[in-house]
C-alpha cells in the first residue's frame, strides 16, 4: 500500500500569467483580455463547478474554471500540513478574519472557543447577513473542503416534492448513483463506530435515541474508512482524528481536488484561475460576457484587476454568491432580460444546531467525521434527520451535538440595493421557528426517554439553545424551473448557465452536495446534448 | 510512523496460473470479517473467545474480534494455494497510545487445509499463510481465526487492527487488503 498524497503536477497557465500580468493591470487598473471564440468560464470550484468543468473538458470544451480562492494542492505545508486544526487555527483557517468565528462560540458561557488568527485567504468564510451566517467554502473544492463529507442521498418522495420538475426516476437511476461514484462515498466503518473510542459519542447518542424509539441512520461519507481505521493506530498522519473538517482536511477525506476535479485537470483543458474573484458580469453588445475580476494573493494583496470575455458563463459560486452576482447584474443592469425569480426560494436546509448533556461519557477523542443521524422523516413538516455532529474538544463534555435538518416550509429572499451594493436577505427568528419547534419536539422526546438529561444553553450566541441564525446548507435564489429553464440555462439569457445549489429550493432534507452533484451530472449531460456549449 | 510498515509484504508463494490463460491474471480479494456488535446496545459484542494458549481450551477473554477472514475468487481464473499474510496489532483503548505489548495477542487458524506460519516482530504479530488447493472463479474460502495469548499476560481495554493482504497477479487492486478493528475489555491470565 502507498500512502503518498498525491499533489496535481499539472501546470496551471493561469497562475503563471497572473505572476506575470502587465504593469497596468497590477496597478489596479482594468485590462481588457479577450477570450475568443467559444470561451467558456466556470465561476466557482465547488460541486456543481467541478462538474461542469469535467463534463465540457470530456466533451473536447477549453474552460477557465476561476475560484477566488486559494489552490490548496499548491500551498507549502507547514509542520506537515496544509490545513489547520480546529484547535490552532492560522491564517489558512478562516477567510480574511482576524478572529475565527464557529458554530460555538462559547463554552460553559465563557468564550474559550474562537481565537485570534491572522487575516489570510483561509478555507472557511462566512457570509454575514442580517439574521443568518453562511458558512461556506474558499478554495480550489468549494464547500468539499470545509463539510464533514456527510454524503446523503435524499429520500425520494421529498425529492418529488421538492423538485416535481425533474424526472426522478431518471435521477436515482442514473444521476445519484454517477454522484455517489464520483464522490467516491463509501459506507462507514461499523467497526470503527462500534469498537474505537472515536465514536463513543455517537454510540451514546444512538442509545439515548433509540430508548426513545427514535431510529438511527449510517450515513455515508467521503471520507477513506480504511485509512481511518490506520489513524486510529498511528500507523498515517491524522486528519479526522486531529481535529481537522472545517478548516480543511490534509487526508483521509476524499474532496473535489481528489476526485471529480481530479478528472477534470487531468484532461489538460481546464485551466484553473484560483485566488481570483468575479465582481461582476456584463452582458457586451455583441453577446459576449465581460467578467470584472480581482486577483489577490493569500494576504489579500491585490495582483490584478482584470476584464475577462466569454460566449459561455457556467455560474457555480453557490447559493449565495451566484445569487449575488445575478442580482447585482439585475440590478445594476448589466445583463438585461434576467427574470424576476432571481433571489427567491433561498433557504438554509432548515439547519438549526443544539447540544445536549448526556450525564454520560461522550469520549474525550472525538472524530471529526460524523457517521450517524437520527431520524423521523415523514415528509411532514415534524420531520427531523439530525446529524450527530462530533464537539472535538479534546476534553470529555458529556455533551452530545446535532445538526438538525428539518422541513422548513418557508423561503427567504434576496434583494440588491444598489445604493451599498450589497445583497440583503429577509430571512429572520420568525422564518427560522418551524425548524426550531420540530427540533425541540425531536429532542424533548429523546430527552424524556433519557432521566437526568437536557439541552445546553451555554454553546450559542445570546445562550440561544436552538441555533436559528447560520448554515452550513445554503440552498436556492435561482431555483431550476423558475430563475432558469429546466436544464440550468437562465431564462431570458442565453449562454449563462446556473449549476450549483442555487437550483434547489431553500431545503432537501439532507446534506445537499451529493444532490447537487446529480443535478450537475443531469444539467451538463442535457445542456451538452442540446450543444448549448 | 512510516508507510513502509503497511507495505505489502513479500512473499514467496506458488500463486500458480494455467499456461492456456496466460494473458490472463489471478484476481482474488481478501474481507477481514466484521466483528460482532450489540447495535441493541451500541457496543461492542465481545463473544469471540481470547484462549489462553495457542492449543489451549481455557478462554482468557472473549471480544469484539474479527472472526474469521474470507479469500474470495473474484477473476475469471482459478487460482492454486491463495496466499497472503495477516498482522495483528493492539493499541490501548483508554490513553490512544501503542501498546507496549503490540504482539502479545497472537491468532492462528482452525482451518486444516490452510498453512499458517508465524512471522511475529516486535511491531505486531504476523503471519504468513497459504490455503492449499484450487479457489474456482467465484468460490471463497474461510479462516477462521482462533486468538489467543500466552501466559502470563495482563491488559487492560484494548483495540485489535487485524489487516489482511491476498497476493494475485491483478495488482493494487483495492480488494487486495482489508482491515477491522476490534476490541477486548481486559485480558488477566498467569
Known amino acids: 500500500m502507498s500512502f503518498n498524497i498525491t499533489r496535481r503536477t499539472l501546470l496551471k497557465a493561469s497562475a503563471i500569467a497572473a505572476a506575470a500580468a502587465p504593469a497596468d493591470a497590477v496597478s489596479g487598473q482594468p485590462a481588457v483580455a479577450t477570450g475568443g471564440?467559444?470561451?467558456i468560464a466556470i465561476i466557482g470550484s465547488g460541486y456543481g463547478g467541478a462538474v461542469a468543468a469535467r463534463k465540457l473538458a470530456q466533451a473536447g470544451k477549453q474552460v477557465d474554471l476561476i475560484e477566488m480562492g486559494t489552490d490548496w494542492e499548491k500551498m507549502s505545508p507547514i509542520k506537515g500540513r496544509i490545513f489547520t486544526t480546529m484547535t490552532?487555527?492560522?491564517?489558512?483557517?478562516?477567510?480574511f478574519k482576524t478572529r475565527t468565528d464557529m458554530p460555538f462560540s462559547y463554552l460553559g458561557g465563557m468564550d474559550l472557543v474562537n481565537?485570534?488568527?491572522d487575516r489570510g485567504a483561509g478555507a472557511l468564510d462566512i457570509e454575514y447577513?442580517?439574521?443568518?451566517?453562511v458558512y461556506v467554502g474558499r478554495g480550489i473544492g468549494g464547500g468539499s473542503l470545509v463539510n464533514g463529507g456527510m454524503a446523503v442521498t435524499p429520500r425520494r418522495s421529498f425529492f418529488e416534492k421538492v423538485l416535481p420538475q425533474v424526472d426522478a426516476e431518471e435521477m436515482y437511476n442514473v444521476y445519484f448513483p454517477r454522484a455517489n461514484s464520483g464522490l467516491r462515498v463509501n459506507d462507514p466503518a461499523m467497526d470503527v463506530v462500534m469498537n474505537s473510542p472515536w465514536y463513543q459519542f455517537a454510540r451514546v447518542s444512538a442509545d439515548q435515541a433509540k430508548r426513545a424509539g427514535i431510529g438511527h441512520v449510517m450515513v455515508p461519507n467521503v471520507y477513506d474508512f480504511d485509512y481511518m481505521r490506520k489513524e486510529v493506530y498511528g500507523q498515517v498522519p491524522r486528519s479526522a482524528l486531529d481535529k481537522q473538517v472545517i478548516f480543511g482536511n490534509d487526508y483521509g477525506k476524499n474532496s473535489l481536488p481528489k476526485t471529480i476535479?481530479?478528472?477534470?485537470?487531468?484532461?489538460?483543458?481546464?485551466?484553473v484561475i484560483p485566488m481570483t474573484e468575479v465582481r461582476s458580469i456584463e452582458r457586451a453588445p455583441e453577446g459576449a460576457f465581460r467578467l470584472q475580476t480581482k486577483t489577490i494573493d493569500f494576504n489579500g494583496n491585490l495582483i490584478e484587476n482584470r476584464t475577462r470575455e466569454y460566449d459561455r458563463v457556467v455560474l457555480a459560486a453557490g447559493s449565495i454568491g451566484t445569487t449575488r452576482l445575478l442580482l447585482s447584474a439585475q440590478g445594476e443592469g448589466t445583463i438585461n432580460g434576467l427574470p424576476d425569480a432571481i433571489g427567491r426560494g433561498w433557504g438554509p436546509n432548515g439547519n438549526t444546531m443544539l447540544a445536549r448533556r448526556l450525564r454520560t461519557r461522550s469520549g474525550w477523542r472525538q472524530s471529526t467525521i460524523p457517521v450517524m443521524g437520527l431520524s423521523n422523516w415523514d415528509d411532514s413538516t415534524d420531520s427531523v434527520f439530525a446529524e450527530i455532529a462530533p464537539f472535538p474538544a479534546g476534553i470529555d463534555l458529556r455533551t452530545g451535538v446535532y445538526l438538525a435538518l428539518t422541513n422548513n416550509p418557508h423561503t427567504g429572499t434576496f434583494t440588491w440595493n444598489r445604493g451599498s451594493q450589497k445583497m440583503f436577505l429577509d430571512w429572520g427568528p420568525s422564518h427560522a421557528e418551524p425548524s426550531v419547534r420540530a427540533a425541540q419536539k425531536f429532542f424533548d422526546r429523546i430527552n424524556r426517554a433519557n432521566p437526568g438529561t437536557g439541552y445546553r444553553s451555554d454553546l450559542f450566541e445570546k445562550h440561544k439553545t436552538f441555533s436559528d441564525y447560520f448554515t452550513y446548507h445554503p440552498l436556492g435564489g435561482a431555483v431550476l424551473g423558475e430563475a432558469t429553464d429546466l436544464q440550468g440555462e437562465v431564462k431570458?439569457?442565453?449562454g449563462l448557465f446556473v449549476m450549483d445549489g442555487s437550483l434547489i429550493p431553500a431545503k432537501i432534507g439532507v446534506n445537499p452536495f451529493v444532490t447537487i452533484t446529480a443535478l450537475a451530472e443531469r444539467n451538463m449531460d442535457r445542456l451538452v446534448d442540446a450543444q448549448r456549449f | 510512523m512510516g508507510s513502509a510498515a503497511w507495505a505489502v509484504p513479500v512473499l514467496v508463494t506458488a500463486n500458480a496460473v494455467p499456461a492456456v490463460a496466460?494473458?490472463?491474471?489471478?484476481d482474488l480479494a481478501v474481507d477481514v470479517v466484521d466483528p460482532p456488535y450489540d447495535l441493541d446496545h451500541w457496543r461492542p459484542k465481545d463473544e469471540v473467545p481470547v484462549y489462553r494458549g495457542p492449543r489451549g481450551h481455557r478462554i482468557a477473554a472473549r471480544g469484539s474480534l474479527p472472526p474469521s477472514i474470507r479469500i474470495t475468487n473474484v477473476g475469471r481464473l482459478t487460482a492454486v494455494?491463495?496466499?497472503g499474510s495477516v498482522e495483528i496489532i493492539i493499541r490501548d483503548y483508554g490513553n490512544d497510545r501503542a501498546s507496549s505489548a503490540p504482539g502479545r495477542l497472537k491468532a492462528g487458524t482452525t482451518n486444516p487445509s490452510v498453512m499458517w506460519t508465524d512471522t511475529t516482530n516486535q511491531s505486531g504479530a504476523k503471519y504468513k499463510y497459504t490455503c492449499r488447493g484450487e479457489l474456482r472463479p467465484g468460490q471463497s474460502i474461510d479462516i477462521p481465526l482462533r486468538y489467543f495469548v500466552n501466559p502470563p499476560f495482563l491488559h487492560a481495554e484494548f483495540n485489535v487492527l487485524v489487516a489482511a493482504w491476498v497476493e494475485d497477479q491483478q495488482e493494487g487492486d483495492y480488494d487486495d487488503n482489508s482491515l477491522r478493528i476490534g476490541h477486548v475489555p481486559w485480558i488477566s491470565v498467569f
Not at chain 1, 88 to 95: E, K, L, N
Open chain 1, 37 to 39: 471564440s467559444n470561451r
Open chain 1, 261 to 271: 476535479l481530479k478528472e477534470a485537470l487531468a484532461t489538460g483543458r481546464v485551466n
Open chain 2, 81 to 83: 494455494d491463495p496466499s
Open chain 1, 88 to 95: 490552532s487555527p492560522s491564517a489558512r483557517s478562516m477567510w
Open chain 1, 492 to 494: 431570458g439569457v442565453p
Open chain 1, 129 to 133: 447577513f442580517a439574521n443568518m451566517k
Open chain 1, 115 to 117: 481565537r485570534r488568527i
Open chain 2, 22 to 26: 496466460s494473458s490472463m491474471k489471478t
